[in-house]
T-cell receptor, first 115, second 114 residues
Framework: AQSVAQPEDQVNVAEGNPLTVKCTYSVSGNPYLFWYVQYPNRGLQFLLK??????LVKGSYGFEAEFNKSQTSFHLKKPSALVSDSALYFC?????????????FGQGTTLQVKP | DAGVTQSPTHLIKTRGQHVTLRCSPISGHKSVSWYQQVLGQGPQFIFQ???????GRGNFPDRFSARQFPNYSSELNVNALLLGDSALYLC?????????????FGPGTRLTVT
């Protein structure tokens, strides 16, 4: 069965410092991986995706993610955190076994950026 | 361009009642998916529709049903509501079914069952 795991419920970082939100995956075959962000009382906003190609993927709002096949990880990163980055972050993998386009989400990681 | 829109924003229902949630996809998007997000958890897949046909169903009881209209908008229906159905219901649209295409989510409908 395909799955993703976000091992940290919360990540705290000071404004201006680099941030990393961790994600590991378990899939059979090549993974299609996504990061979404959710602000309070809002839906999910797409940040970036990895389909194939370069292991470093650049996305919206200065975020990037590094695909590591050997470690089955897809960590979200940003060189310099902003207070406005504080939100709930979800890693997701496309369920390629069902041919439905279904996304399987992790439990989410709350990012708290303090001034 | 307008994003995915959902209505209503919030609603409160009583156990045993029925509810209909509505979604309009991004213009040109033919695929609509529904997800349930219970507080503190990641979204769970309920249905996917493409070109008005059901293409996938998650592990939800038959009380949950959906349909897609010729203009690609969609409805999610839930019968005999239970307290456990309280959640944020998210609609997502996608241009095509190909795996490489990302899904764009609406703001959600917050359903509270009392």
């Amino acid at each position: 069965a395909q799955s993703v795991a976000q091992p940290e419920d919360q990540v705290n970082v000071a404004e201006g410092n680099p941030l990393t939100v961790k994600c590991t995956y378990s899939v059979s075959g090549n993974p299609y991986l996504f990061w979404y962000v959710q602000y309070p009382n809002r839906g999910l906003q797409f940040l970036l995706k990895y389909i194939t190609g370069d292991n470093l993927v650049k996305g919206s709002y200065g975020f990037e993610a590094e695909f590591n096949k050997s470690q089955t990880s897809f960590h979200l990163k940003k060189p310099s955190a902003l207070v406005s980055d504080s939100a709930l972050y979800f890693c997701a993998v496309r369920d390629i076994s069902s041919n439905t386009g279904k996304l399987i989400f992790g439990q989410g990681t709350t990012l708290q950026v303090k001034p | 361009d307008a994003g995915v829109t959902q209505s209503p924003t919030h609603l409160i229902k009583t156990r045993g009642q029925h509810v209909t949630l509505r979604c309009s996809p991004i213009s040109g998007h033919k695929s609509v998916s529904w997800y349930q997000q219970v507080l503190g958890q990641g979204p769970q897949f309920i249905f996917q529709y493409y070109e008005k046909e059901e293409r996938g169903r998650g592990n939800f009881p038959d009380r949950f049903s959906a349909r897609q209209f010729p203009n690609y908008s969609s409805e999610l229906n839930v019968n005999a509501l239970l307290l456990g159905d309280s959640a944020l219901y998210l609609c997502a649209s996608r241009h095509r079914l190909a795996d490489a295409y990302e899904q764009y989510f609406g703001p959600g409908t917050r359903l509270t069952v009392t």
